[in-house]
């Protein structure tokens, strides 16, 4: 089945950037969408940004991180990626990627159909 492994995770400063990869094994990504989601300690996940299977530039952005964050694919080498600029220390959190089937998403953990997820990245904002 479809493995997603996270990386790119660190510390990092106030009005910093990032950049997280999502790489999948055993299968492609060409046919899923993929979401990133995060979770800080005493919060619920929380949907961040996703992107569609059929067309990257069809993602939504949590009102969060708009302006701020960029979600993006590519499929030659199975990976999608979240940069991350002005980064908060409200961003820090464990990310996620997920991935479900098709073209079509919500960027919520309550959509049933996030079928595989990966083991989380973890992202801290401090000075």
């Known amino acids: 089945q479809l493995q997603l492994v996270e990386s790119g995770g660190a510390l990092v400063q106030p009005g910093g950037s990032l950049r997280l990869s999502c790489a999948a094994s055993?299968?492609?990504?060409?046919?899923?969408?993929i979401g990133w989601f995060r979770q800080a300690p005493g919060k619920e996940r929380e949907g961040v940004s996703c992107?569609?299977?059929?067309?990257?530039?069809?993602?939504y952005n949590a009102d969060s991180v708009k302006g701020r964050f960029t979600i993006s694919r590519d499929n030659a080498k199975d990976t999608v990626y979240l940069q991350m600029n002005s980064l908060k220390p409200e961003d820090t959190a464990v990310y996620y990627c997920?991935?479900?089937?098709?073209?079509?998403?919500?960027?919520?953990?309550?959509?049933?159909?996030?079928?595989?997820w990966g083991q989380g990245t973890q992202v801290t904002v401090s000075s």
């Open positions: 997920a991935a479900t089937p098709g073209s079509n998403f919500w960027c919520d953990v309550r959509y049933s159909k996030w079928t595989y």
């Open positions: 992107i569609s299977s059929s067309s990257s530039s069809d993602t």
């Open positions: 055993k299968f492609s990504l060409d046919y899923y969408s």
